[in-house]
Each structure stands twice: as structure tokens, then as C-alpha cells.
């Protein structure tokens, strides 16, 4: 069955860095858009970064431009963000999504907490 297992998630010193991963199975991986969203407590989910099929671009929310970075092995069927410089602000917990036609899947999510 499909399954999307997101890792890496933890509290974090403000300034500091996390990178989490998340691990694809049960579908044909590099068919598909793969993103990271995030949702903070009494907040809606918003996009955080999108990269495309095989990686060639890449988006990011305003707010964390130049801070992360999306990356993915379709080879290992992974997908990553690598966050620095992580601010309270960052605080939520981050899925990972799979998009392709009108197929899209979750992950269950992992928390990244940002404090002192």
C-alpha cells in the first residue's frame, strides 16, 4: 500500500538546523510532484517547498526562501528539507505529500519544534 513515513523532527534551538526525510513506498515515486507542508497549532496547513518529478525545480514558500531546501533520491525514493536557521515561527508539524494527476498522499507527519 502506499505509504509516505516522514522522519527527523525534534526540538531545536532558534538558529539551529534539522533535516527531515521521508520515505516513499507502494507507488512509482519519480511519477510524482513531492512537497512538504506544514501546519502550526490554530493554523491552516501551507505549502513549505515543492520539487519537481526529477528534481530539475524547486519552489518555496516566501517565508523559508533561503533558509530550506528540497531535495530528492529517486533512487531510494526519498525526499528531504533541509532547514536552517530555524526561528519559533518554523514551529509545526511538517508533511510530507506526494501530487500526480489527481492522485495525492500524506504522510502522518512529524513535529519540529523551535525553541529555547
Known amino acids: 500500500q502506499v505509504q509516505l513515513v516522514e522522519s527527523g523532527g525534534g526540538l531545536v534551538q532558534p538558529g539551529g538546523s534539522l533535516r527531515l526525510s521521508c520515505a516513499a513506498s507502494?507507488?512509482?515515486?519519480?511519477?510524482?510532484?513531492m512537497s512538504w507542508y506544514r501546519q502550526a497549532p490554530e493554523k491552516e496547513r501551507e505549502l513549505v517547498a515543492r520539487i519537481s518529478r526529477q528534481g530539475g525545480s524547486t519552489n518555496y514558500a516566501d517565508s523559508v526562501n533561503g533558509r530550506f531546501t528540497i531535495s530528492r533520491d529517486n533512487a531510494k525514493k526519498m525526499v528531504y528539507l533541509q532547514m536552517n536557521s530555524l526561528t519559533p515561527e518554523d514551529t509545526a508539524v511538517y508533511y510530507c505529500?506526494?501530487?500526480?494527476?489527481?492522485?495525492?498522499?500524506w504522510g502522518q507527519g512529524t513535529q519540529v519544534t523551535v525553541s529555547s
Open positions: 505529500n506526494a501530487e500526480h494527476g489527481l492522485s495525492r498522499y
Open positions: 507502494g507507488f512509482t515515486f519519480s511519477l510524482y510532484v
